[in-house]
């Protein structure tokens, strides 16, 4: 709030500065922040005397004491005034509408009834300015109300724009109750809302909320979500087969939906060597090979081999191509997409305001890398899996000490996301990410080691190097203990030939028993 020329702006409605005039990107360390940013690419906010007067004209200890305090809510770090990240480059300027006036005047505007006016090229200009703000948080809109005050006391016009891209709000319990069956099922059918290439729309965000603006109006599609939704049809559609046979239709509707909506992943989201990843509302398409910027991203290329919805020549291609454009194997990196967001045209959303190569805009989102070293896995690709997952360890970021400068964070818990921009290439971002752990746990136990547990019946099936002669799992359920050793006979990276259970060959599904036995697993490859 107030004075800042140093931010790192990450709300869609402040998309639109220029970092090349002076606009440098810094963050503030909290969890949750508000701010005022000035939109650069406005050639009025690129005169500094205009900058300079806004800051001087905002009383920001009197923002943080009513709009936020006056409504219930604590003025907390970094919201307390004083509080601020400045830096070096950044000159305080509390509040003082005189100095105001001052800097505008020695910056050659003339105050002519009640506004401000210069001339600029050769026209004159009226000092006017808008204020964007979220309208559906309350806290926002007071803030930017008050703003809106204190710049008209000093004779700027203001225009209040109160838009919703996003929202943020409270929900009180309905009297509805249901079962979590059919709130499934509702969410599928929420879901099933397809655009012309018959694919799911992406509304303002699908797992990357970065995004937020490629389907404002109704019209963007995401092809990562076409690949989620698939398997989750057709996976529920087993559910209902299996636990209700009497809707049996319904099951068959999502079959049904499953295989166009594979039909259309295949025939109207591929770009000639991998999948694109979304289309936008003004017909922009992103992970194009086309594009300057977001030529591929990650997750539409892993997915079409998880999701199973992938044609065969077209997923391993689609891998391939992965492999060249986002594998970093220099610096241990799975990037996310590539080129990242910066000049172009394209404006996905949020996800441009971070610096590129930085989170999701070109970084490696843990994530998403780990979904690539699955995906690798459920080809067969067991050298280049282990590799991987090797290869992305916060470990093996911090065995040197010049690398664990460059790391910068822990290294034994896993990273949400790690920089690969230049001057920060390398670098640590947010760490105890469970989600990020919970999905490399998952890649290691079910798809390298091959230990999965389905309904209660436990099957190994590997996908290891071709040189590793084997490994062993001890595995306790409830009060047994399962000792699993495995055997790569054969030196092949997947493939099953024998099972044993205490010394009798069983098929590849043991029912587990917690009765407090020991049993004896052998798995030869």
């Excluded at 799911?200 to 076409?226: A, C, H, M, Q």
């Excluded at 986002?326 to 996310?336: A, S």
């Excluded at 045209?345 to 989170?359: N, Q, T």
């Excluded at 040197?400 to 949400?416: G, L, Q, S």
Aim: with cysteine; charged share 25%; glycine share 8%.
């Amino acid at each position: 709030i107030g004075n800042i020329d140093l931010i790192n702006t990450s709300n869609p409605n402040f998309q639109e500065y220029i970092g090349t005039i002076g606009f440098n990107k810094t963050e503030y360390p909290g969890r949750q922040f508000d701010f005022l940013s000035f939109n650069c690419a406005d050639e009025l906010m690129q005169l500094k005397e205009v900058r300079q007067a806004i800051s001087y004209a905002i009383d920001k200890s009197n923002i943080v004491s009513s709009a936020y305090n006056n409504q219930n809510s604590v003025a907390d770090y970094p919201l307390d005034y004083g509080n601020f990240l400045y830096t070096e480059n950044t000159a305080s300027s509390g509040y003082n509408a005189e100095q105001a006036k001052k800097v505008l005047e020695d910056g050659g505007w003339t105050y002519i009834n009640n506004r401000w006016k210069k001339n600029i090229g050769g026209r004159t200009k009226t000092l006017r300015l808008k204020i964007s703000v979220d309208k559906t948080n309350e806290s926002r809109v007071a803030v930017a109300e008050l703003i809106e005050k204190q710049l008209e006391e000093i004779g700027i016009d203001v225009k209040l724009d109160k838009v919703s891209n996003e929202k943020y709000n409270k929900y009180i319990s309905s009297n509805i109750e249901e079962s979590i069956y059919e709130h499934c099922k509702k969410a599928i059918k929420r879901a099933c809302n397809f655009g012309e290439n018959g694919l799911p729309k992406i509304g303002i965000g699908d797992w990357n909320d970065g995004f937020s603006n490629i389907g404002t109006e109704g019209k963007g599609e995401s092809v990562w979500l076409g690949f989620f939704l698939y398997i989750i049809l057709k996976e529920f559609s087993k559910l209902i087969k299996q636990c209700k046979q009497e809707e049996i239709e319904t099951s068959n509707w999502y079959e049904n939906i499953a295989e166009k909506l594979k039909e259309n992943l295949n025939e109207n989201a591929w770009d000639g060597k991998w999948y694109k990843r979304a289309f936008a509302d003004n017909g922009d398409i992103y992970g194009s090979m086309e594009n300057e910027e977001c030529k591929i991203d990650s997750i539409a290329q892993s997915w079409s081999v998880i999701s199973g919805a992938g044609d065969i020549e077209k997923k391993e291609s689609a891998m391939k191509s992965l492999e060249n454009h986002l594998v970093d194997n220099e610096n241990g990196l799975i990037k996310l997409l590539d080129p990242a967001f910066d000049k172009s045209k394209l404006e996905p959303g949020y996800i441009k305001s971070y610096i590129p190569g930085v989170r999701e805009n070109g970084g490696q989102y843990t994530h998403a890398a780990v979904w690539t070293i699955i995906a690798e896995a459920i080809l067969g690709n067991g050298n280049k899996a282990v590799e991987w997952y090797k290869m992305i360890n916060p470990i093996e970021h911090s065995r040197t000490k010049k690398e664990a400068n460059r790391y910068k964070v822990e290294p034994y818990v896993m990273p949400a996301d790690i920089y690969g921009n230049q001057n920060l290439l390398g670098q640590g971002g947010w760490t105890w990410y469970t989600g990020s752990s919970g999905w490399y746990y998952t890649a290691g136990i079910e798809y390298i080691l091959g230990l999965k547990i389905y309904h209660n019946v436990l099957s190994i099936n590997p996908c290891i190097p071709k040189e590793w002669d084997g490994y062993s799992i001890q595995f306790k359920y409830k009060e047994s203990i399962y000792n699993i050793n495995v055997k790569n006979i054969s030196k092949v990276c997947t493939g099953v030939k024998m099972v044993e259970l205490n010394g009798i060959e069983i098929e590849n599904k043991i029912l587990l028993d917690g009765s407090g036995k020991v049993f004896n697993v052998e798995v030869k490859m």
